[in-house]
C-alpha cells in the first residue's frame, strides 16, 4: 500500500515535469516489460473470454520507451510497437479507427498516427506537457491537457491544428466531454477543482471544487454527474454538475484514472496502491465490488472500459490487463513496454 510520505502520482507522471517513477517493488517487473515481448496469462479453466471484433485494436503508451503497443483485442497479442514522440501519456483513436492521437509529454506536441501504416502523419504543437486527450462526440475538435502550462489545447482534427487555447487551473491532468458536447472537464491536480468549459466560446465558465488532487474525470451519459478520482484523497467525488455538490465514495489508495461502463450502471476506478479496480454503482455511489489486478506495485494506472472488458495499463509492472466485464475476472495479461500510461480501444 503506498505510504503517506508517497509522491502523488500526479506530480511526477512524465520525463518533462520530474523524474521516472522508480517504485523498488515494481524493478523487476519493469525490467521485464522492456523487452516489449507478449505473455497471456493462462486463466482458470471456465472463465468466459472476451468478446471482441476480429479487427479490433488497444492502443497503449509506453512512457519510457517512447512507443505504442498495438494490440489483437481478439487475440490479445501485440501485433506492433510503434515510436510516438517522447514520453508518451494520453492516447485517443477517432471513431472510424483510422487515426490515433497521442500526447507526447516530453516534446509538447500530440502525434496524430495512421493505424493502417502506424507512420506520424502530424506532429501538432501543444503546451507543455501535454497529458491527457479527449475527442469530441462528432470527431472534430480534439481537447488536450497541458500540465505545466496550465492550458487546455483544441485541436481541429480536420485542418491538424490547434484552434484555441484555454486556461484552466493548475496543473491540469485529464479532461472528459459531455455526451452532447457542449461542455468539457477538466481535472486540475494542482489547484483541486474541476474547470469546466463551454465547447462553443472555449471559455471556463465555472471552477468546481474537486478535492485534494483530481487526476481524472469521467461524465455520466445524461450529463448531470462528473466522477473525479482524487488521488490523495483515496476517493472518488461524484459531483452535480448543475449545483457543485459532492457525495464521496471511498476506494483504494491512490485512485488515478476513471471510466463510466458503456450502460451507465457502473463507474470504475483504477487504484494504484491496493493494485486492484473499484466497482461503482451509479445508482447507489457505493462501491459494489472490488476487482484485484496484482500486489502493490502493480500500479493500474488508466482504464477504458468496452461492452465486454475492462482494460487496464498496469505502470509498475509493465502489463496491460484484461478484465471479464460479466465474470470480473482477469483473463489475460499481456506485456507491453516500459511504463505504460494510456489505453484506448477501437
Known amino acids: 500500500m503506498l505510504s503517506a510520505a508517497r509522491t502523488p502520482a500526479a506530480s511526477r507522471r512524465s520525463r518533462g515535469m520530474a523524474p521516472r517513477r522508480a517504485l523498488a517493488v ?50 490479445h497479442k501485440v501485433v506492433a510497437t510503434v515510436p510516438a514522440g517522447t514520453a508518451p501519456e494520453g492516447v485517443a483513436v477517432a471513431k472510424d479507427g483510422r487515426r490515433l492521437y497521442v500526447a507526447d509529454s516530453g516534446s509538447a506536441r500530440v502525434s496524430v498516427l495512421d493505424t493502417h501504416t502506424y507512420k506520424t502523419v502530424a506532429a501538432v504543437p501543444v503546451g507543455k506537457s501535454p497529458t491527457g486527450v479527449a475527442l469530441s462526440p462528432d470527431g472534430g475538435s480534439l481537447y488536450v491537457t497541458n500540465g505545466t502550462s ?22 491540469p491532468v485529464n ?27 472555449h471559455q471556463v465558465t465555472r471552477q468546481l471544487p474537486a ?23 483515496t ?7 448543475d449545483s457543485g455538490k459532492a457525495t464521496a465514495v471511498n476506494v483504494g489508495t491512490g485512485p488515478f484514472d476513471v471510466a463510466i461502463g458503456p450502460d451507465g450502471r457502473y463507474a470504475y ?9 473499484s466497482m461503482i454503482d451509479t445508482g447507489s455511489k457505493h462501491v459494489s465490488a472490488t476487482i484485484a ?45 516500459a511504463q505504460p500510461y494510456g489505453v484506448a480501444v477501437r
Open 235 to 241: 476517493r472518488v467525488l461524484v459531483i452535480a454538475t
Open 211 to 233: 478535492g485534494q488532487s483530481p487526476v481524472a474525470v469521467a461524465v455520466a451519459k445524461d450529463g448531470k454527474t462528473a466522477y473525479v478520482a482524487d488521488e490523495v484523497g
Open 26 to 75: 515494481g524493478v523487476a517487473a519493469l525490467l521485464v516489460s522492456c523487452s516489449l515481448t507478449v505473455s497471456v496469462h493462462s486463466v482458470a479453466a471456465g472463465l468466459p473470454s472476451v468478446a471482441a471484433r476480429a479487427d479490433s485494436r488497444v492502443y497503449v503508451t509506453n512512457q519510457q520507451d517512447d512507443t505504442v503497443s498495438v494490440i489483437d483485442a481478439h487475440t
Open 150 to 171: 496550465n492550458t487546455v489545447s483544441v485541436i481541429d482534427t480536420r485542418t491538424q491544428r490547434a484552434s484555441a487555447t484555454i486556461p484552466v487551473g493548475r496543473s
Open 293 to 337: 489486478l496484482g500486489p502493490p506495485g502493480t500500479d493500474p494506472f488508466n482504464l477504458e472500459v468496452t461492452h465486454d472488458a475492462i482494460y487496464v495499463t498496469n505502470q509498475g509492472a509493465g502489463t496491460l490487463a484484461v478484465v471479464d466485464s460479466a465474470s470480473r475476472k482477469v483473463v489475460a495479461t499481456v506485456t507491453v513496454g
Open 175 to 201: 479532461v472528459a466531454l459531455s455526451r452532447d458536447g457542449a461542455r468539457a472537464y477538466v481535472a486540475n491536480a494542482g489547484s483541486g477543482t474541476l474547470s469546466v468549459i463551454d465547447t462553443r466560446t
Open 269 to 277: 476506478s483504477a487504484n494504484l496502491g491496493p493494485g486492484n479496480i
